[in-house]
């Protein structure tokens, strides 16, 4: 059974930092693209950032120059790096991937239980 598990949310001040994590296991032959999404109260869920297996990264306009996306392959996991947290940034991140389950399931996206991050003072 494939898992995604998420940690390092928490409450942190504006103008302050967090690293999430987010690990991938169970069975599977690889991973494509790994993400972060974000869905605040009363809000769709959005796009934070992505990264393919070969390290090209996307950002969504409102965290650029704020967040850094990395991933270890070897441990099948993604990071993201926020700085200058601001309070509308408060919301619920969710990792996802895009997972290789064969040639007969083919690739699958996967979410993680999500973690809640809070920009307060």
């Known amino acids: 059974q494939v898992q995604l598990v998420e940690s390092g949310g928490g409450l942190v001040q504006p103008g302050g930092s967090l690293r999430l994590s987010c690990v991938a296991s169970g069975r599977f032959f690889g991973i494509n693209v790994m993400g972060w999404y974000r869905q605040a109260p009363g809000k769709q869920r959005e796009l934070v950032a992505s990264?393919?297996?070969?390290?090209?990264?996307n950002y969504a306009d409102s965290v650029k120059g704020r967040a850094t996306i990395s991933r270890d392959n070897a441990k099948n996991t993604v990071y993201l790096q926020m700085d200058s947290l601001k309070p509308e940034d408060t919301a619920v991140y969710y990792c996802?991937?895009?997972?290789?389950?064969?040639?007969?399931?083919?690739?699958?996206?996967?979410w993680g239980q999500g973690t809640q991050v809070t920009v307060s003072s």
């Open positions: 990264i393919t297996s070969g390290g090209s990264t």
């Open positions: 996802n991937a895009d997972l290789n389950k064969g040639f007969v399931s083919g690739h699958v996206a996967y």
